[in-house]
């Protein structure tokens, strides 16, 4: 699977921003597309999945302000990312694979990756 990031960009705190993954084709059954983010110094932390049959997962640190959604007929898996903090600064990556579900957040568990696009949240 091809993916491609967009709409990372610089926005204050307390602001939004909306990402978006294009992918070459719909997610199979057992598969799942994520976000993931890595800040400077820091690992790769998964922050968002959204599962073939619908289910969504996110992290603690974005539980409540961000949310993945798809639309099937586009492909596309977006991540609208609200109430965006100082520490929500990083490269955001999305990420496709068949991960089990205790790993769902896992990057070693993903095959295929976008290239990143830049998220600066300023205090």
């Known amino acids: 699977v091809q993916l491609q990031a967009s709409g990372g960009g610089l926005v204050q705190t307390g602001g939004s921003l909306r990402l978006s993954c294009t992918t070459s084709e719909r997610t199979a059954s057992g598969g799942a597309v994520a976000w993931f983010r890595q800040a400077p110094g820091k690992e790769r932390e998964g922050v968002a999945a959204?599962?073939?049959?619908?289910?969504?997962y996110y992290s603690d640190s974005v539980k409540g302000r961000f949310t993945i959604s798809r639309d099937n007929a586009k492909k596309t898996y977006d991540l609208q990312m609200n109430n965006l903090k100082p520490e929500d600064t990083a490269v955001y990556y999305c990420?496709?694979?068949?991960?089990?579900?205790?790993?769902?957040?896992?990057?070693?568990?993903?095959?295929?990756w976008g290239q990143g696009t830049q998220v600066t949240v300023s205090s």
């Open positions: 990420a496709a694979g068949s991960p089990i579900l205790s790993a769902i957040l896992r990057a070693g568990t993903y095959r295929d």
């Open positions: 959204l599962r073939w049959n619908g289910y969504t």
